[in-house]
Every structure is written in structure tokens, then in C-alpha cells.
């Protein structure tokens, strides 16, 4: 007899170690599944040149879309640009406020930074460089803030720098 509740509390005890194992593995592919995708796509960036001063330093379109299943919610956009490691040292010229981008939905970004504005930057924080990322803070599925960054290269005095990005994924 008591080999028989021995043998019951054994199997309900593998039965529990294996549902909560099923649930850790369920979990983390929900949370694989359902994660934030974000994607920028038709990226098209120039450098211009002193030279030209009538056409913008940097002319950047772009499109972000959500290759996610859920909505996302976009804090902000911004388009950085100064020093290449300093982060106090940088302009954040904001791109977009507050948006929601559904499953799937693409939205359009346009921005140009003149000479003006670079001479000005470089002035402000006495630096000779100008390098530029795209920052884009959003929320994750549990609302925590997180924040994507994608760097471009720039101005480094009178060199131009060009940073290869592989891929177009964001987050």
C-alpha cells in the first residue's frame, strides 16, 4: 500500500517538473514570436560637400516598417549627429514624435542637416567631427523603453566616413 502512494507522488512530481518545463519552453517561443521587429527599408543616404554649400551636408530618406505581428509603439526618431563616441557632444534633431506602426504598416522618414547646422554643432561642442546615427526609441511588449541605434558614418574633419550596415533589421 505504501508503495502504491510512493509510486503516486513520484508521477505527480514528474508530472509538475514536465508542465513547468512545457511552460519555460512555451514562453520563449511566445516571446521569440511576438518580439518587436523593426526594419528600415528604401534607405537612401548622401553626403554633400563643402564645395556645394547650397545642398544639405546630409540627405536622408528612409522608410521604418514593423515586420513584426504585434503594434509597436515609437517613443521618437532622431537623427543624431557630432561626436563619434561622446554621446553629450551630439545635435538630436528629432525626425518623428510619437507614432504606433500596426503589423506590416511602413512609415516614411525625411530629414537634410545643412552646412549651417554642422558648423554650428561643431562650434557648440568644439569638435571637428560630424558623425551621424539614427536612434529610435520604442516600446517592447512587456512597455519597458528600449532604444535602437544605426550608425552612418559622417565627417571626421575633412574626411568623409561611410559605415557599411549589414541588413536592413532595426531591433
Known amino acids: 500500500m505504501i508503495y502504491i502512494s510512493i509510486g503516486a507522488l513520484f508521477i505527480s512530481l514528474a508530472s509538475i517538473i514536465l508542465a513547468l518545463v512545457s511552460f519555460q519552453r512555451t514562453r520563449i517561443f511566445q516571446d521569440y514570436e511576438y518580439a518587436t521587429r523593426l526594419q528600415m527599408s528604401d534607405e537612401e543616404l548622401t553626403f554633400g560637400t563643402k564645395t556645394l554649400s547650397n545642398l544639405p551636408a546630409l540627405s536622408y530618406t528612409a522608410a521604418i516598417e514593423n515586420r513584426g505581428t504585434k503594434p509597436v509603439k515609437i517613443r521618437s526618431i532622431h537623427l543624431d549627429y557630432g561626436d563619434k563616441s561622446v554621446s553629450e557632444k551630439r545635435m538630436k534633431r528629432g525626425i518623428e514624435?510619437?507614432?504606433?506602426?500596426?503589423?506590416?504598416?511602413?512609415?516614411?522618414?525625411?530629414?537634410?542637416i545643412s552646412w549651417q547646422d554642422i558648423e554650428q554643432m561643431k562650434a557648440r561642442f568644439e569638435i571637428d567631427q560630424a558623425m551621424f546615427s539614427l536612434r529610435v526609441s520604442y516600446h517592447d511588449l512587456k512597455g519597458q523603453i528600449r532604444e535602437a541605434t544605426r550608425n552612418y558614418g559622417g565627417f571626421d574633419g575633412a574626411t568623409c566616413v561611410s559605415v557599411v550596415n549589414r541588413g536592413d533589421a532595426l531591433t
Open 97 to 112: 514624435g510619437e507614432i504606433y506602426l500596426s503589423s506590416g504598416q511602413r512609415h516614411k522618414l525625411e530629414v537634410n
